[in-house]
C-alpha cells in the first residue's frame, strides 16, 4: 500500500471543536485550548483509491493563527507527518500551502516530496471553465500562482482570457482565484452570470446575487473504488466536500503515489501549464473529472452555529 499525508487545518471556530471531538481532545472540543500546542495535532480520517491510501491529519490552527506565526505552523505540519508515517508524500490543504516557502520549508524538514494542491486546483478551474465557456472568460487573482496558470491553460485552448478585469459585467463566465478571497461584491456580477470558485475565502464578499450561479470549482465526482472510514466520511461533510465530491487539492499526492511520480507537482510561486496539463491527464486516467456542484449557502442549523462562534 503506497501512503501519502494530507494536513488540513479547520477553517471556523466549529470545525475546530469537531477536530477535537475527533481528536478526543476535551479541551479542544470547549474552547479551552487554542490549538497551539502539538500534542493537539491528530488523525481526522483516512481515504483511498486502489493500492493509495491517505491519511488526513488535522492541526487545530485557524487561517489567522497560521499567517501570524508560520514557524508555530510548521512544527504543527511537521508533528502532521509523524503522525501519519510511515508515507511516501505529503498534501497540503488550505492555508497550509501558502505559508512556510508554499511546501519546500515542510519538505526540507521531513525529507518527502510535498505538494500544494495547486496544480490540480488549477486543473479543476481550467476544466470547469473551458466546458462552460461561450465567450471571453475574466480571471480573478491573474497574478497569482493558480490564477496564472488558469490563464495560460485556456489561452492554450484558445480561449479569450482577461485577467483581472476593471469591469466583469461583459463576462458571463468568472473565475476567481484570488490568494485571500471576498475581493468581489456580488454587485459587480451581472445576471447570467457564473463564477467558478476556488479562493479562500470565497471569492464573494456577501451571498450571489439573483441570476448569478457559483460553482466550487475544485469539485471532483468521486471515481468508482473511493474509499473512506467512518470518519473519512464526516472529514467529507464538515470540509464541504458533500458525500460524493471530493477537492482537488486533496487528490494531488493521490495521483502523484499512483503514477510513479516522486517529485512534488508545485511547490512555491511558480506553476506552469505543462504541469497543470499533465496533472489533469494523470487524474483523468484515475477517474477524477470536475463536476459543476453549486456553491450552496449553509443550512440555517450551521448559521447559527458559526453565528455563535463567530459572537
Known sequence: MKR??????????LAKRLGGLRTAKPAIVLGKRDGTDLDDVGVYGRVGLGDVEGIFVGVPLLPAQILEDQERALRGMERAVQLAAPVSF???????????????ALEAACGLPVTTGNAATAWAASTLARRLATGPVAVLGGKGTVGKAVVEVLR?????????????????????????????????LAPGT????????????????????????????LPTGWRRDGWGQIV??????GRHSVYACVIEPL????????????QGKRLDASTVIAFGEAAEKLGFFPEERPLLPPPPWVERLLGAEAG
Open 156 to 188: 492554450r485552448q484558445g480561449i479569450e482570457v482577461s485577467p483581472d478585469p476593471a469591469d466583469l459585467h461583459p463576462f458571463r463566465l468568472v473565475v476567481g482565484c484570488h490568494t485571500t478571497g471576498s475581493v468581489l461584491a456580488p454587485a459587480q
Open 236 to 241: 467529507h461533510m464538515v470540509a464541504g466536500y
Open 255 to 266: 495521483v502523484a503515489l499512483a503514477s510513479g511520480r516522486d517529485r512534488p507537482w508545485q
Open 4 to 13: 501519502f499525508a494530507f494536513v488540513v487545518h479547520p477553517l471556523v471556530p
Open 194 to 221: 457564473t463564477l467558478i470558485d476556488v479562493a479562500l475565502p470565497r471569492s464573494l464578499t456577501g451571498p450571489a446575487p439573483p441570476g448569478v450561479r457559483v460553482l466550487k470549482g475544485e469539485s471532483l465526482a
Open 90 to 104: 505529503v498534501g497540503l490543504g488550505g492555508v497550509f500551502a501558502v505559508v512556510a516557502g508554499r511546501g519546500t
